[in-house]
């Protein structure tokens, strides 16, 4: 389960694509307004791939319309992408953590065995590193099924991997041009 | 030893050792660390995913430091420059 060349190669292009687009945004501005356009254009491309199959793609790139609604629309049409916005997302699950301490507080009297505890402990970091995970994936916090957290969680690391490994053969392969 | 307190609670929001396990052996080609411990099984679910947090931040710093770096480039360059033109190809 590695990034593979027809990823990179979709990625490429697409973020190339995207470049384009954002390049108001690119040329003469601020190395600030720039660096913005260009992770923008990324996290559009990389999402992309997954055409709006997963949650953590559709969660992205609603992020990034709140950023900039017009270059992002500009940029999913110009990879013919359009349908990607305002895919439905799940609804945001609220946790009522008193209702959950509570009836917590109430099984944990009932368990005396010290080794029932340290299960209980183990049980509760996992659920805090779970948490932990779904503010790291885009889309998280929608996701109450641990199992499609993890499933995302793999499929989202792929494609960041994707990302990095063009983004990075890219700046490399310029900056050696430049000290040429 | 069965725990029927457990197995009352919502099954879709607990993680199985099986799919934990079966989440390790696909999270091992990603996390070295966790490839030179013993057997899967033994690895505890919560190193797991703070490990898995880890990376997922630090993909997400280099997403930012190479942005950063390319945005440093296409400043630096002069616009009618040859290297800008092999930039903007390599780009655009």
């Known amino acids: 389960m590695q990034p593979t060349s027809s990823m990179n190669e979709e990625f490429l292009k697409k973020w190339?694509?995207?470049?384009?687009i954002f390049r108001p945004s690119i040329d003469n501005t601020s190395v600030h307004e720039r660096k913005k356009a260009i992770k923008l254009s990324a996290d559009v491309a990389m999402a992309s791939l997954r055409k709006g199959t997963t949650c953590w793609s559709r969660a992205l790139i609603e992020k990034t319309a709140t950023e900039d609604n017009f270059l992002v629309r500009q940029m999913?049409?110009?990879?013919?992408?359009?349908?990607?916005?305002?895919k439905k997302l799940p609804k945001k699950i609220v946790c009522h953590r008193k209702?959950?301490?509570?009836?917590?507080k109430i099984l944990r009297r009932k368990s005396k065995s010290a080794s029932e505890e340290a299960a209980a402990k183990a049980k509760r970091l996992v659920k805090r590193r779970t948490q932990g995970l779904?503010?790291?994936?885009?889309?998280?916090?929608?996701?109450?099924?641990?199992?499609?957290?993890?499933?995302?969680?793999?499929?989202?690391?792929?494609?960041?991997q994707t990302q990095v490994n063009v983004m990075r053969s890219i700046v490399d392969a310029a900056e050696a041009e430049i000290e040429r | 030893m069965s725990n029927r307190r457990s197995r009352q609670s919502s099954s879709a929001s607990r993680i199985s050792d099986d799919q934990m396990i079966d989440l390790v052996s696909k999270l091992r080609q990603f996390l070295p660390e966790i490839h030179e411990r013993r057997r899967s099984d033994k690895v505890s679910a919560s190193k797991v995913l703070?490990?898995?947090?880890?990376?997922?931040?630090?993909?997400?710093?280099?997403?930012?430091?190479?942005?950063?770096?390319?945005?440093q480039l296409l400043d630096s360059v002069d616009e009618d420059s040859p290297e800008a033109a092999v930039i903007r190809s390599l780009l655009m």
């Open chain 1, 99 to 104: 209702i959950v301490r509570r009836s917590k």
């Open chain 1, 16 to 20: 190339q694509m995207g470049l384009q």
């Open chain 1, 134 to 160: 779904r503010n790291v994936v885009p889309g998280g916090e929608l996701m109450s099924n641990d199992v499609l957290l993890l499933q995302e969680t793999l499929d989202y690391i792929v494609s960041l």
């Open chain 1, 76 to 86: 999913l049409s110009g990879i013919k992408a359009e349908s990607l916005i305002n």
């Open chain 2, 50 to 71: 703070q490990e898995t947090c880890n990376y997922i931040r630090k993909l997400h710093r280099e997403v930012d430091n190479l942005s950063d770096r390319l945005s």
